[in-house]
């Protein structure tokens, strides 16, 4: 097996952060499209079909590889950095909204982490990103954002995305953690994952997001997020879609008044 490419890095900034990597000549990192802030001259790069692991063998195992991306609703190719300068070099990748990064040592948590689908932000090359199906039929029906995950597997480095705060909790083996679904970052290959329903027509009618949620048993090492994309996202659109009045009466009344809406 042909090891990852080891990288040096660091996070800048607290809110709305980005991740610096230095690269060793002829070492790569690869990243999701969109992802890329700014890189030093004489790091090359290029587009390339699926993740770039040493696993792809041949054609037809990139193709289905990519498939698996574009099933997550990820792009199809990924953005490959790659120093063909003589020294170090640095490549820089920005969070894509407010939140925290993390970063992952795969070979110190067990070569396997499943997360959600869209929190992946960069990786060493090598680091394998597939999907990852839920076995369970209650978690294919009622998973929501749970239903289809990412898997990064390797025994690199890897970058993943979290919107909010984020705290990180290792569950011991059988203790059991209710969460959101919306809200898992991601966990280690240890963790059962399911999703449970919360019964009675008060939490069906007034619950929400609340009537489903997904249980994580141990052991292993999870990661929870308090804003996840989907609720920062619904929120936007409801403030967005609501009447101005809503804000406050003085301030709302106000602020209509400088718009030049206040008769």
């Known amino acids: 097996m042909i090891s990852n490419h080891e990288i040096d890095y660091r996070i800048h900034g607290e809110e709305m952060q980005y991740v610096e990597v230095e690269l060793d000549p002829q070492e790569t990192a690869v990243a999701e499209a969109g992802a890329f802030m700014m890189m030093e001259d004489g790091i090359q790069m290029q587009t390339i079909f699926g993740d770039g692991s040493q696993q792809q063998s041949g054609f037809m195992g990139k193709l289905f590889s990519a498939g698996k991306r574009l099933l997550t609703g990820e792009s199809l190719f990924m ?3 790659t120093n063909m300068a003589a020294g170090k070099k640095k490549v820089s990748f920005a969070s894509p909204y407010p939140g925290k990064i993390i970063p992952m040592d795969l070979s110190q948590l067990g070569g396997k982490i499943t997360c959600q689908k869209d929190s992946f932000l960069c990786a060493a090359k090598g680091v394998s990103i597939s999907i990852e199906f839920q076995r369970k039929l209650g978690a294919g029906l009622f998973g929501g954002e749970g239903f289809i995950m990412q898997k990064l597997e390797g025994d690199g480095m890897a970058f993943v995305h979290a919107g909010g705060h984020v705290t990180m909790k290792d569950l011991h083996p059988g203790e ?21 329903f919360v019964g009675g027509i008060k939490n069906t009618l ?31 659109l409801t403030y967005a879609t609501s009447n101005r009045k809503e804000e406050g009466s003085l301030l709302g009344g106000l602020g209509n008044l400088l718009d030049g809406d206040g008769r």
Do not use: H, M
Request: with cysteine; proline share 4%; net charge positive.
């Open 79 to 81: 953005t490959a950095f």
């Open 176 to 196: 059991i953690l209710k969460v959101d679904t919306g809200c898992i970052v991601a966990f280690t290959q240890g963790i059962n994952y399911d999703i449970q």
């Open 206 to 236: 007034f619950g929400g997001e609340g009537v489903f949620f997904a249980t994580l048993q141990g052991p292993g090492r999870v990661w929870i997020q308090t804003l996840p994309i989907s609720r920062l996202a619904s929120r936007i």
